[in-house]
Every structure is written in C-alpha cells, then in structure tokens.
C-alpha cells in the first residue's frame, strides 16, 4: 500500500516540478513550490501512515541508524525520472521525511544565470573554488553544473566526495569517480586524504565542515589540484573569515598566507521567488586577483566588499547589486530581495532612492571605462 501511495506522491513532485516534499504527522503531504509551503489535497497523515511510508524507501542501513541517533540522510533514484535527497527524522516519537528532488538535467551557466566569468576561473590549473550560500540557495545545482562542463570539455580525473551523492555524472570527456560518504568511505577527512592517491586532476569536496577537511582542502588546491568546495557562509567576506576562524590563532597566519595563494574564487548564491512563480539565483562573485590575496594575507578582510565593488571589470559582483538589479527589473519583490541582503538597511534606502529616480550606480561604472 506505502510504495503505491509514495509513488504516486513522487509522481506528483515530478509532474509539479516541486522542490521539496514534506511527510509528517497530523497533516497531508506538503510540497514546496516556488518557495512557499503547499498542502495536497489527501489525508491527514496517521503515525502509522508516516512509518510505512519511511519503511518503503529507506535503505536497511539508514532505519538502523534512525532508530540509533533519530534521523538519516540518503538518496535514492525514482525509476529513471528523479533523484531525491532524503532526510527521515523522529519528531515528538513519529516518524517524520523531507524528499528534495534533485533534478535529472544538467542546467547550463545561461540557464542558471552564472556569472560567464567562471568558466575560465574553473579551468585554472590548481586552486580553491567554493560554493557558499545557506540550505537550499542553489549551492549543489551550481556545482554539478561546473562538473558537468569540465567533464564536457577536459581530459580531466574527477572525484567527488559527497553525502549524499545528488546528480549522477556520466563519463564523458573526463572520467568521474563519485564517492559516497557513508557508503563508499566513512567520512570526508579519509575520503580528501584518499582522493590525492588517486590521481585527480579536479576534487569535489561536499562539505567542508570541519578543521581536518578544511585543511586537506586548502592543502589539495596548493597542491596541483583543483578543488571545489561548499560552506554555508554568506559573502565571499564572511566565507574567508569563517575558514580562518575554524584554526587554532597561533595557525591562523599560516592559514591565511596559504588560503591567500590557493584560493582562485568565492560565488556566494541565495535563491529567491521569482515573479509570477519559479524561483531565481542572486550570486555574488569574488574573483581572487593579486590585490585581494594581499587582503587575505594581511587579515584586511573587511575591505574585500569593496574591492569586489572596484572589480566589476575582472566580473566580479557584490550579492546586493545582484539583489538590487533583480528588484530593478521586476524579476522580484523588494522584500524577498531585502530579506537576503548582506546590508538589509543599505539595499532598503538604495530602492527607495531609486524609486524617486534617483540611481547611486553611475559613477563606480566610469571607473571601470578606464
């Protein structure tokens, strides 16, 4: 009965085209669309209904480590149609699922609206790359994206390193080994020590939450090695303070000497609804130029916002210019851009003024004609 109830449930995201679906008790499934909370038109779910719904998909291993620690990740592949992400979790004792579906295409730079400067800036030899925003910005997305390209168009070994693995990658011009943290090696500090044995050109480092997988990192990247990671950081300024802080003080100039050589990029990203529905990445692009590797190296982290401002022609872009030009051509409402700003106070003044006629971005573009 669950496994016809799920698949028809999961027929209905794929049709939809929804993100996410929501199973918990005391209520009808819930999808989100275009970024607001929807209920299906079926019954509240019973405690019992939530359990065998779990049971119909979830791996052996995972409703052990459920019944251990209250919750479990995986992915899992409906037919040939979609990948889901799914966490299962204990609330108040019931069971409780969150599916994200992972979508079967690769979307292109255009398509994803990517700033056309990282093409080149992933192509680079060796170095860092991270993808930062919080849960749900669009971080895996724009990342299997830029695997997708590289393995289109170089001769290169990819690894991936994730938990769980979202997209399946196919070998195409490169050749692809994806790991699954978990599964096909415990945990990201053995899985990034193992992956340099393996002779990689490229590493896709899932998450870099912790000090041993920061470090192997940034390590990798001075190394030889490209290396894309992500944080849930906001701002490229705030990304490379959190990896500094992460270390220990009497390491931390070490650090940022090393993070100031290895790292060629930051695109910090946040998703918002785009009007009359979908929704549309705003990204912010720091790209790491002579200039702000001095800031880095010199912890003169603070001005990095306004460099980014004075870069515009090596294509780099503040994530609040990026708001503000959503708003301006009405692809978003002033509060959904507000509410992801860096500086809500700052962007809220800056459409004011607009509204009146009054545009503040004329002269930073004389600059840039020099």
């Known amino acids: 009965m669950a496994f016809l109830q799920i698949d028809k449930l999961l027929e209905t995201v794929v049709r939809e085209r929804v993100s996410d679906l ?65 966490a299962v979790f204990k609330q108040r004792g019931h069971i409780g699922m969150v599916l994200r579906r992972i979508p079967n295409e690769f979307l292109s730079f255009e398509q994803l609206g990517l700033p056309p400067i990282i093409r080149d800036l992933i192509r680079r030899p060796r170095g860092l790359f991270l993808v930062t925003g919080p849960t749900g910005s669009g971080k895996t997305t724009s990342l299997a994206s830029m695997i997708n390209y590289l393995n289109d168009n170089d001769d290169a070994h990819i690894i991936t390193l994730e938990d769980p693995i979202e997209y399946y990658h196919q070998h195409k011009k490169a050749t692809i080994n994806q790991r699954e943290v978990g599964v096909d090696v415990p945990d990201f500090p053995e899985a990034l020590r193992r992956a340099l044995r393996m002779d990689p050109d490229i590493i896709l480092v899932g998450e870099m939450r912790d000090l041993a997988t920061i470090s192997s990192a940034i390590t990798a990247a001075e190394t030889g090695h490209v290396v894309f990671g992500t944080l849930h950081t906001t701002g490229a300024q705030g990304t490379v303070d959190r990896i500094i802080d992460v270390f220990p003080t009497n390491q931390q100039e070490q650090i940022r000497t090393q993070l100031s050589t ?39 982290t603070y001005r990095i916002n306004s460099a ?15 708001l503000f030009n959503l708003w301006k051509n009405q692809i978003c409402e002033e509060d959904d851009v507000v509410v992801r700003s860096n500086q809500p106070g700052e962007l809220k003044a800056r459409i004011a003024r607009a509204k009146k006629g009054l545009l503040d971005d004329e002269p930073e573009d004389e600059e840039d004609e020099e």
């Open 262 to 300: 290895s790292i060629i990029g930051i695109l910090s990203q946040a998703l918002l609804p785009r009007k009359p529905k979908g929704v549309v990445a705003a990204y912010e692009l720091l790209v790491v130029t002579p200039a702000i590797a001095n800031l880095i190296r010199e912890a003169k």
């Open 22 to 86: 929501h199973i918990t008790t005391g209520q009808p499934p819930v999808v989100r669309v275009s970024g607001h909370m929807v209920r299906l038109d079926t019954k509240s779910l019973e405690p019992e209904d939530t359990v065998a719904l779990m049971k119909s998909i979830t791996p052996e291993r995972n409703q052990q480590e459920l019944q251990e620690v209250g919750g479990t990740d995986f992915g899992f592949a409906f037919g040939d149609k979609a990948r889901f992400r799914v």
């Open 308 to 322: 980014i401002q004075t870069g515009r022609k090596f294509g780099m872009q503040l994530l609040d210019d990026a």
